[in-house]
């Protein structure tokens, strides 16, 4: 059986000890980022995204206007 929330009893934590343990488990994932290479269309994808930007530098949206947007539609 894969142990999951319920039997590692991940889910009695409290929420700040949970998500410092996600911290944690994404951590060690990002260091084995060589063990997850992109697909082809991934890097397709952003090189063409890098290459809109190096084309574009000024089309951008400013981050408080995101950040604005972002909690506007929490809020709703």
Known sequence: M???????????????????LVHEIWDTI???????????????????????DDANPDDVVPWDKVKRAALARLKA
């Open 30 to 52: 990002a260091a084995e980022s060589q063990a997850f290479p992109l697909s082809e269309a991934q890097r397709m994808e952003l090189e063409r995204r890098l290459a809109d």
């Open 2 to 20: 894969t142990p999951n929330v319920k039997s590692l009893g991940i889910d009695q934590m409290p929420r700040e000890a949970r998500v410092a």
